[in-house]
């Protein structure tokens, strides 16, 4: 009985080696977007979600010739949504993090933007644990930004949380805040090209350290999803080679975003 037993379990194991396995056949992808994070996403006065993540999103659609969905999500509740499945794919210039990756998987970078604090112009702000003790400076909540300044400033630095980029801003021009920490792109769109945005200016370096800003800026999908994030990076590389990428950067940057 025991020889028959294993015989059997023996047969069980092989036909499951001889079993393939098969992927899963994307014929729609959703992306969680932010759609408050100008120029990557904002939501107009229509309701409908643009800037270059939306745009990018479409583009590796048509690339992967899937049907393609988009799904507003607060960015504090982005990585819950997707790992609950409310949609497939992040593309909401998430930075690419070590803390991040124990939850999901990334993508290759499809961006890569310094970060800097930003102020009232003659404001003077010195970037140390002594000087920026009692200074009230705001964040975007559960950014890299916000990491930054805890991990480097602590109980030093007064921090103002704030749910999307454009709260943080009216608060800065109100004067609620004496700066703000955001990346350089988000900050030229959202403040400095406004009106009004003369009076601001970028305070300090710009900061790019690895091990609280990452490596810049990737699509975010369950670890399950292998061929999900395959599909991307050869979308990524597809639109890179074909100018697709390039058109897209040209109209919402002055700049390549890309980076090295």
């Known amino acids: 009985m025991m020889k ?3 015989t059997l379990s023996a047969l069980f194991a092989a036909c499951l080696l ?39 999103a479409n583009a590796l659609c048509q690339q992967m010739a899937v049907k393609c969905e988009l799904v507003a999500q607060d960015w504090d509740g982005m990585i819950p949504a997707l790992l609950s499945r409310k949609y497939d794919g992040i593309i ?3 930075s690419i993090t070590d803390e991040r990756r124990k939850k999901v998987d990334f993508t290759e970078k499809y961006a890569r933007i310094p970060n ?16 920026m003790a009692g200074k009230r400076i705001g964040v975007q909540r559960a950014t890299t930004h916000d990491k930054y300044l805890t991990d480097n400033f602590g109980s030093n630095v007064t921090i103002v949380r704030y749910g999307s980029a454009d709260e943080a801003y009216l608060d800065l021009k109100a004067g609620r805040v004496l700066a703000l920490l955001a990346d350089a792109s988000a900050i030229d769109q ?16 710009a900061l790019t350290d690895r091990q609280w800003f ?9 670890k399950g999803d292998q061929d999900l994030r395959a599909k991307l990076n050869e979308a990524i590389k597809a639109l890179r080679a074909n100018g697709k990428y390039q058109e897209i950067n040209q109209k919402y940057f002055k700049y390549d975003i890309y980076g090295g």
């Open 4 to 6: 028959t037993t294993l």
């Open 18 to 56: 001889a079993t393939p396995v098969t992927a899963k056949e994307w014929k729609t992808v959703r992306f969680g977007v932010e759609g408050a994070y100008p120029p990557f996403s904002w939501t107009d006065a229509s309701g409908e979600i643009k800037g270059f993540d939306i745009d990018l």
């Open 92 to 94: 909401a210039a998430m």
């Open 116 to 131: 800097r604090f930003v102020a009232a112009r003659g404001t003077e702000l010195m970037l140390t644990p002594e000087g």
């Open 190 to 205: 959202g403040l400095l090209s406004k009106e009004g945005g003369d009076k601001f200016e970028y305070v300090g370096p």
């Open 214 to 222: 990452g490596d810049g800026m990737g699509i975010a999908v369950r």
